[in-house]
């Protein structure tokens, strides 16, 4: 999620002193595609009502940032007007069920009391894995969840801020995470003592311990007027016709959140395209955030967040809807 808010000293401490030396750096892209043709790109098709609503307890405020398994299966974050947690959610007739809380952060740890949330997931090896944002309001870092006979949470995050004055300095966030050959690979947002919130890329062999681009971001702030001058997040990457494509959230100076395309050939060079996708109906009117692709033979559906108050973070209302890209042939 974009948290803008202010460190306290003792985070700004802690960051110094603790994350100075925790992070791995290397040079690397994904897999390099061919073959594809740079004309093509993609219309943004959503239903006219959301697939999930906020309920009466824990997803009172805000139901948001869906992390879609299979089609069938769905983890999403729920906001109560103080905490983020996340709760699953299966479909049944293309009908969603909401099945209850899944995880909620643990004040006695590093998480704190605010959020564990908005996260990636996929199953591995017979269980289901999340990578998820926690940690106090304003310091977010990423940690691991599995799903298994015995559930349970990595004692401490799994990707770290960054050192002194680098690009992600103040925070990590927003995960989404992709399988290729041996290695996971993981695309987020960081944030910088500027509050900046840019996108990057790190890679894994096995999903707990990462290695960081050593030239992130790879995605940059838009110019003055753009739709995501004020801030990037969220973003959402898969595979189609010989490129990578990216969904990401990007936030205007009046905090209207759209979805903006992009595409590579490597995974880590990326060239934004002029399509810029904005919420149709009243729900998602002024937020259209959070995707989470799902790419099944020629159709590409698109789980997302929408809302209808702009803000940069949450009560906004928040619902989950549902759309296809549809490609558009040269």
Not at 222 to 251: C, Q
Request: charged content about 25%; overall charge neutral.
């Amino acid at each position: 999620m974009n948290r803008g808010v202010a460190l306290s000293l003792a985070a700004l401490i802690s960051s110094a002193l603790g994350l100075a030396g925790c992070g791995r750096y290397a040079d690397f892209t994904l897999p390099v595609l061919t073959g594809g043709d740079a004309r093509w790109s993609f219309t943004f098709e959503s239903r006219p009502e959301p697939v999930l609503s906020p309920g009466d307890g824990w997803d009172s405020h805000d139901a948001l940032a869906p992390a879609v398994i299979d089609g069938r299966s769905m983890l999403y974050s729920g906001f109560d007007g103080h905490t983020w947690r996340t709760g699953v959610a299966t479909a049944d007739g293309g009908i969603w069920h909401k099945q209850g809380v899944l995880l909620e952060p643990d004040a006695r740890g590093w998480e704190g009391d605010y959020i564990a949330a908005n996260g990636s997931a996929m199953p591995v090896g017979g269980q289901i894995w999340y990578w998820y944002v926690a940690g106090p309001r304003g310091f977010p870092r990423i940690g691991l969840w599995r799903r298994s006979a015995s559930p349970r949470k990595e004692p401490r995050p799994v990707v770290e801020a960054g050192p002194y004055q680098s690009w992600d300095e103040r925070g990590v966030a927003d995960p989404y995470v992709v399988r290729i050959g041996g290695w996971f690979y993981m695309y987020y947002l960081g944030q910088d003592r500027a509050r900046r919130q840019r996108l990057g890329v790190a890679r894994s062999e096995d999903g707990l311990r990462w290695e960081k681009l050593r030239s992130n971001p790879i995605l940059e702030l838009g110019a003055s007027g753009a739709f995501d001058e004020n801030g990037l997040g969220e973003p959402a990457v898969w595979e189609y016709r010989g490129f990578y494509w990216m969904l990401y959230t990007g936030r205007d100076i009046g905090e209207n959140r759209r979805l903006g395309l992009a595409r590579s050939a490597d995974g880590v060079h990326w060239k934004k395209l002029p399509a810029v996708f904005s919420g149709s109906e009243a729900w998602d009117s002024k937020v259209l955030c959070d995707p989470s692709v799902i790419v099944e033979g020629s159709e590409i559906r698109v789980w997302f967040g929408g809302g209808d108050v702009a803000r940069p973070d949450e009560n906004i209302h928040g619902r989950i809807g549902m759309a296809i890209l549809r490609p558009v042939p040269p």
